[in-house]
């Protein structure tokens, strides 16, 4: 029974959920008059659009290319220090990073540019289903072309270092979390 005490005088006050009027013991029942959510008018949402723009899906490929590149010539130096000779493990570390980044821009081209994302922007205008099923097409597109590239680079580089092409690789898929944290420019 102590031990029961002693939980319920640990819990600190502002952890404990406030206790209505009438003593019923729920926390929300004051919240019910209040409106749960507020739709925004044409003009406010009009204004957060402006504020808020969209992200555009080449944002990520102009940072796997700028990492990439980054992780070729980082790779060129310690080479070129250290270990002369060894050119193939710069080369997989760049075919790592354009086992990433190609694929990323054929998808990007695909969402944005492509035959399929224009009749799909005339057909259905804001219909989700019909952008959900765009994008899962070009992720579908992308994983195979990653899976063909990674297949085929014994063939492309010789003397291929693995571990190299691995470096290439997560250096670039990283690069989503760059360009999503990043500051995107706010209009207004």
């Known amino acids: 029974m102590s031990t029961e005490r ?18 019923s013991g729920d926390g929300w029942a004051d919240a019910v008059d209040e409106p749960l959510f507020k739709p925004l008018s044409a003009e406010e ?12 899906v080449w944002r990520v490929v102009v940072w796997q290319a ?4 980054l992780a070729v010539a980082m790779a ?18 760049a075919y790592g990073g354009l086992s990433a980044l190609l694929p990323t821009a054929v998808m990007a081209w695909g969402l944005t540019s492509s ?9 259905a205008p804001g ?11 070009w992720e579908g597109v992308k994983v195979l072309l990653v899976l ?8 492309w580089i010789p003397d291929l270092s693995w571990p190299g092409l ?3 690789l997560v250096v670039a898929l990283k690069s989503y979390w760059l360009a999503w944290i990043t500051p995107r420019a706010a209009r207004g």
């Open 6 to 23: 002693g939980a319920q005088q640990s819990i600190p006050p502002r952890a404990r959920p406030p206790v209505s009027a009438d003593h």
């Open 45 to 56: 949402a009009r204004r957060w659009r402006e504020r808020h723009p969209a992200p555009s």
């Open 148 to 155: 063909a590239m990674l297949w085929t680079a014994p063939r």
């Open 115 to 123: 035959a399929l994302a224009r009749w799909l922007r005339v057909a």
């Open 166 to 168: 691995v470096v290439g």
């Open 66 to 69: 700028g990492l990439t590149g």
């Open 76 to 93: 060129a130096a310690l080479v070129g220090l250290w270990w002369p000779g060894r050119w193939a493990w710069v080369a997989s570390v």
């Open 127 to 137: 219909v989700a289903r019909a952008s959900l099923a765009g994008w899962l097409w």
